[in-house]
Each structure stands twice: as structure tokens, then as C-alpha cells.
């Protein structure tokens, strides 16, 4: 499975992006849970939120709780990662990646696909 994360850019202090994650081949990642990743520039990798291979359940990083929203459309072959109220500390490369398994759990997902980041850039 081949990923494709896109939407990035340069926003102010509390505005918005949204962010796309768009996979190509041949096989789908709708069985698949679904996640987002940042990672700042000297800093490791950080969990953003996944979302199950239904959809049906969501989970976040305490720092985006509130203000990130993620979604998929199974029908299109794409999750989203709704991003509102955006800080500072916000600014890194964002990057979704899907679960090894099939129909796995969204608390023990073992994040094996990953695609290219989107870099997302806040200013004061």
C-alpha cells in the first residue's frame, strides 16, 4: 500500500487546515485502521489520532485533543485529519500510515504502511 499524505501548508495562529491521506495501487486500506503522525524538526515522531478501519471509533494525542479532527471515506479510499484552533507547537511533517492487519484493534495497531509527510507550517 502505497500513501500519499497532501493539504499542508503555512497558516496563522488559530486557523485551519485539512489534511488528505490518499493511497494508490492497487489494494485499499479500508479494513485497515488508520493513523497520523507528526514529527518537528530534533523531536521523535508523535502520535496525532487514528481512526478505526469502520470508522466507528477515534482516538487523539493529548496535545490535539479538541482541536484535530480525523475521518475517513472508505467510498474514496481516504482519511482526513481536520486540523482547528492551530498553535505554534503544531508545525511539523505530517504523515499518515495504516495498521499491518486487517480489522485490527485502534489501541494495538501496529502502524506498518506509512506514506510521504505533508509539512504544516503555524505562524505567529
Known amino acids: 500500500v502505497q500513501l500519499q499524505a497532501s493539504g499542508g501548508g503555512l497558516v496563522q495562529v488559530g486557523g485551519s487546515l485539512r489534511l488528505s491521506c490518499a493511497a494508490s495501487g492497487r489494494r485499499t486500506f479500508s479494513d485497515n485502521v488508520m493513523g497520523w503522525f507528526r514529527q518537528a524538526p530534533g523531536r521523535e515522531r508523535e502520535f496525532v489520532a487514528a481512526?478505526?478501519?469502520?470508522?466507528?471509533?477515534?482516538r487523539y494525542g493529548d496535545s490535539v485533543k479538541g482541536r484535530f479532527s480525523i475521518l475517513r471515506d472508505n467510498a474514496k479510499n481516504a482519511v482526513y485529519l481536520q486540523m482547528n484552533n492551530l498553535k505554534n507547537e503544531d508545525t511539523a511533517v505530517y504523515s499518515c500510515?495504516?495498521?499491518?492487519?486487517?480489522?485490527?484493534?485502534?489501541?494495538?495497531?501496529?502502524?506498518?504502511?506509512w506514506g510521504q509527510g505533508t509539512q504544516v507550517t503555524v505562524s505567529s
Open positions: 481512526v478505526s478501519w469502520n470508522g466507528s471509533t477515534t
Open positions: 500510515a495504516a495498521d499491518r492487519f486487517l480489522r485490527g484493534s485502534i489501541w494495538t495497531a501496529d502502524f506498518g504502511y
